[in-house]
């Protein structure tokens, strides 16, 4: 490939970081969004999440499987359609007002970045010089930073109304214009969901037309089960460990910003516009706390920094859910910072010294992000039986989990962070 080839393959590839980074962070959006739209318990609005999450989980090994038949850009392609597929489908779901119909665009639009997502890695490091690959991974990460920052920012303008009816004026409105209000709150996904399709559209037909390298798998001796292995994946204790810490901090993950906007509501009074401001500064502490506990960890040992980080959190957490007013809300924005260095250093730490383990073992614990699927519902399940603000003990279990695992890593003092999420 010539260097503008190479060059516009990068940007491509470095599009998708963006874009799968845009539509997991639109959630904490739709959650407040459809519970109002198409009259929701917290329970049944974490769904939305659980449609998500539940992709990764049931999509990557077939994903993996295509790609390995048809090649990275295929996969890369047909992931495409399926996102702008999912986004076109919020239209007609919006018509209907039809929460599963809703469901289903979400599943669809989280297949297809489960699709992305299992080839952009890969691929973003064989496009250019192989020693400036890492440099190129950690920059194209830094887009789905960005658009974590953006979300929140976008979607609260263009999607929330700032209008939320209490349960009182619900009920002094007629049949007809309680009907007239859901359908106008409901319509607002139409037309950023149609331009999201749009662009994602835009960008498969760009890679279609685009040459792009074929990766070819390394030639390594064909394992059929975990069990072939020398010795049994299973008797890996603290990579075991270490998935199931990875499912909790996850799980806390989505929880802390799926009900961030309704717990700001509920405890400081913040309409929904204003929220999606604040959750957009919290995911901008995020990244520059993932900057900041990187180099950190060149005095700290990073399980112990992990420990440090899952206290604090914890901490923060029951701050959230004893105070009130906006000492609760900026605890919720500190817990974002303080969850940074999480996923990268369970995951180094979970595959370290499994040799060739590995990624049987990377495998596993990728394949606990469907926590995110499971704690948003146990939380807001939580939430209609109690407080969204006492709800927020959930993911202060899920932390110390985390915490646990910190402390039977306690002896190691160096390790390569690994994947990021």
């Given at each position: 490939?010539?260097?503008?080839?190479t060059?516009?393959a990068?940007?491509?590839?470095?599009?998708?970081f963006?874009?799968?980074?845009f539509?997991?962070?639109?959630?904490?959006?739709?959650?407040?969004?459809?519970k109002?739209?198409?009259?929701?318990s917290?329970f049944?609005?974490a769904?939305?999440?659980?449609?998500?999450y539940i992709?990764?989980?049931?999509?990557?090994?077939?994903?993996?499987?295509?790609?390995?038949k048809?090649?990275?850009?295929?996969?890369i392609t047909f992931?495409?359609?399926?996102f702008a597929?999912?986004?076109?489908?919020?239209?007609?779901?919006?018509?209907t007002r039809n929460?599963?119909?809703?469901?289903f665009a979400?599943?669809?639009?989280?297949?297809g970045?489960?699709?992305?997502?299992?080839?952009?890695?890969p691929?973003?490091?064989v496009?250019?010089?192989?020693?400036s690959?890492?440099?190129?991974l950690?920059f194209?990460?830094?887009?789905?930073?960005?658009?974590a920052?953006?979300?929140?920012?976008?979607?609260?303008t263009?999607?929330?109304?700032g209008?939320?009816?209490?349960?009182?004026?619900?009920?002094?409105?007629?049949?007809e214009q309680?009907?007239?209000y859901?359908?106008?709150?409901?319509?607002?996904?139409?037309?950023?969901f149609?331009?999201?399709?749009l662009v994602?559209?835009?960008?498969?037909?760009?890679?279609?037309?685009?040459?792009l390298p074929?990766?070819?798998?390394e030639?390594t001796?064909?394992?059929d089960?975990?069990?072939k292995?020398?010795?049994?994946?299973w008797g890996?204790?603290?990579?075991?460990l270490?998935t199931v810490?990875?499912?909790?901090y996850v799980?806390?993950?989505?929880?802390?910003?799926?009900?961030?906007i309704?717990?700001?509501?509920k405890?400081?009074g913040?309409e929904?516009?204003?929220?999606?401001y604040?959750?957009?500064?919290?995911?901008?502490?995020?990244m520059?706390g993932?900057?900041?506990g990187?180099?950190?960890?060149?005095?700290?040992a990073?399980p112990?920094?992990?420990?440090?980080?899952?206290?604090?959190?914890?901490v923060l957490?029951?701050?959230a859910?004893?105070?009130?007013g906006?000492v609760?809300?900026?605890?919720?924005?500190g817990v974002?910072?303080?969850?940074?260095?999480m996923?990268?250093?369970i995951?180094?730490?979970?595959i370290?010294?499994?040799?060739?383990k590995?990624?049987?073992?990377s495998?596993?614990?990728?394949?606990?992000?469907?926590?995110?699927?499971?704690?948003?519902?146990?939380?807001?399940?939580?939430s209609d039986?109690?407080?969204?603000q006492?709800?927020?003990?959930v993911?202060?279990?899920?932390f110390?989990v985390v915490?646990?695992f910190?402390?039977k890593n306690?002896?190691i003092?160096?390790?390569k962070?690994?994947?990021?999420h």
């Amino acid at each position: 490939m010539t260097d503008r080839k190479t060059r516009l393959a990068v940007i491509l590839i470095t599009s998708l970081f963006f874009l799968w980074g845009f539509a997991l962070n639109l959630n904490p959006i739709l959650i407040p969004h459809l519970k109002k739209a198409c009259q929701l318990s917290d329970f049944q609005s974490a769904l939305i999440d659980s449609a998500s999450y539940i992709a990764y989980f049931l999509i990557a090994l077939p994903a993996g499987l295509f790609m390995k038949k048809y090649g990275y850009k295929a996969g890369i392609t047909f992931g495409l359609l399926l996102f702008a597929f999912g986004a076109f489908l919020f239209y007609p779901a919006a018509e209907t007002r039809n929460f599963a119909f809703f469901l289903f665009a979400l599943f669809v639009i989280a297949s297809g970045l489960t699709m992305l997502e299992t080839a952009a890695n890969p691929y973003i490091t064989v496009l250019g010089d192989p020693d400036s690959a890492t440099q190129r991974l950690n920059f194209a990460q830094s887009f789905n930073g960005l658009a974590a920052f953006l979300a929140p920012l976008m979607g609260g303008t263009f999607i929330l109304s700032g209008k939320t009816l209490s349960d009182q004026e619900q009920f002094a409105m007629s049949g007809e214009q309680l009907d007239t209000y859901l359908n106008a709150e409901a319509s607002s996904v139409q037309m950023p969901f149609i331009a999201i399709g749009l662009v994602v559209l835009f960008v498969a037909i760009m890679f279609m037309r685009t040459p792009l390298p074929e990766i070819k798998d390394e030639e390594t001796p064909r394992v059929d089960t975990p069990d072939k292995i020398q010795g049994s994946i299973w008797g890996e204790k603290n990579l075991i460990l270490g998935t199931v810490a990875q499912f909790f901090y996850v799980g806390a993950q989505v929880c802390i910003s799926s009900f961030f906007i309704r717990f700001s509501d509920k405890v400081a009074g913040i309409e929904e516009r204003t929220a999606a401001y604040l959750l957009s500064g919290a995911f901008l502490s995020f990244m520059i706390g993932r900057f900041i506990g990187t180099y950190l960890m060149r005095f700290v040992a990073p399980p112990r920094l992990l420990a440090i980080y899952s206290v604090i959190n914890v901490v923060l957490l029951i701050i959230a859910v004893l105070t009130s007013g906006m000492v609760s809300v900026y605890a919720l924005v500190g817990v974002q910072f303080f969850m940074s260095i999480m996923f990268p250093t369970i995951f180094a730490l979970s595959i370290r010294g499994l040799g060739e383990k590995t990624k049987i073992g990377s495998s596993l614990v990728i394949m606990s992000i469907v926590g995110g699927a499971i704690f948003p519902v146990i939380m807001g399940q939580v939430s209609d039986v109690s407080s969204i603000q006492t709800a927020y003990i959930v993911p202060a279990v899920c932390f110390l989990v985390v915490l646990y695992f910190a402390i039977k890593n306690s002896s190691i003092t160096n390790v390569k962070l690994g994947t990021s999420h």
